[in-house]
C-alpha cells in the first residue's frame, strides 16, 4: 500500500509539473505574439529550469538569445547573447540528437557564433558547422520550415562571399564548402510554402533573385513581403528594407 501511494504521490507531481511547464510555454508564446521577447524569453528559461529537457523550451531560449543578440550595438552584449544561443541550443540536442529542432537550433548557433568568433579559422569551423547541423535537420524533417530558410542563407552568404575572402581562406584553410545560388533561391521558396508568414525569409529570398538578376522575381517577393503581419520585433525593420529595396526598383 505504501508503494502504491508513493507511486500515485509521484505521478501526481510529474503530472503538475507537465502542466507548469506547459502553461509557461503558453504563456510565453502569448508574450511572442505580443512582440515582447525578453519577457518572452524570461518564461521559456522558467520552463527549462522545471524541465531542462524541455526542446520546445530550449530551443525558444536559443532562438530569442540569436534575435535579440543581433539587435545589440554593443559587442560584449551580443556575445553574452549569442553564447547563450549557443549554451540553449546544445543542451537541446543532449536532450535530443535526433529532434530537427535541436538541430536547427545548433546550426543557428552556429551561423550566430560567425559573426563574433576572433579567428578566420573559427569562422570556417562554424559555417561548416551550420551546414552539418541544418542537414541534420533536413534528414530528420524535410519540412522544417527554418531549417530548409537556414540551408538557403548559408548557401546564399556561401556564393555572395566576397573574392577576396574566398581567396583568402582557400589559401590559408584550404577553402568552404560550395553554395549555389540556385540552392539558396530553392530551399527558401520550400520555406515560403511552409511557412507563408516568415518575414525575414521573404527579404532574403528577394536578396536571392535580386544577385541572380531576376527583377520580376524580387519585385513579387518584395510585394508579397511589405503586406505581412508583425510577428517577431525584427520583422517591421525587416519589412522596412524590403519597402527600401521596392522603391529602389521602381
Known amino acids: 500500500m505504501k508503494i502504491v501511494l508513493i507511486v500515485l504521490m509521484n505521478f501526481c507531481i510529474m503530472t503538475a509539473k507537465g ?10 508564446a502569448n508574450l511572442e505574439k505580443q512582440l515582447k521577447e525578453p519577457e518572452a524569453l524570461d518564461k521559456y528559461k522558467q520552463a527549462v529550469a522545471a524541465d531542462a529537457n524541455n526542446i520546445a ?4 531560449c536559443a532562438e530569442l538569445n540569436a534575435s535579440i543578440g543581433a539587435r545589440q550595438t554593443d559587442k560584449n552584449w551580443k556575445i553574452i547573447y ?12 543532449a536532450a535530443d540528437s535526433n529532434s530537427a529542432d535541436a538541430s536547427y537550433a545548433m546550426a543557428l548557433a552556429a551561423a550566430k557564433m560567425t559573426e563574433i568568433a576572433d579567428e578566420n579559422k573559427q569562422v570556417i569551423a562554424y559555417v561548416r558547422e551550420t551546414k552539418m547541423y541544418i542537414d541534420k535537420a533536413l534528414t530528420v524533417n524535410t519540412s522544417h520550415a527554418k531549417a530548409n530558410y537556414t540551408l538557403g542563407k548559408w548557401h546564399y552568404e556561401m ?3 566576397s573574392w577576396v575572402k574566398k581567396a583568402a581562406v582557400k589559401a590559408i584553410y584550404g577553402g568552404l564548402p560550395k553554395g549555389a545560388i540556385d540552392s539558396a533561391i530553392l530551399y527558401m521558396e520550400k520555406c515560403r510554402k511552409l511557412d507563408q508568414y516568415f518575414v525575414r525569409n521573404y527579404l532574403d529570398l528577394a536578396k ?8 520580376t522575381k524580387e519585385m513579387e517577393i518584395l510585394n508579397l513581403l511589405i503586406k505581412l503581419p508583425l510577428r517577431t520585433a525584427d520583422d517591421a525593420a525587416l519589412k522596412a528594407e524590403g519597402k527600401k529595396m521596392l522603391d529602389q526598383m521602381m
Open 19 to 28: 502542466q507548469d511547464v506547459n502553461l509557461l510555454i503558453k504563456e510565453a
Open 57 to 60: 523550451a530550449l530551443v525558444k
Open 82 to 93: 549569442y553564447n547563450n544561443t549557443q549554451t540553449f541550443a546544445r543542451q537541446a540536442y
Open 159 to 161: 556564393v555572395t562571399l
Open 208 to 215: 536571392a533573385y535580386q544577385y541572380d538578376s531576376k527583377p
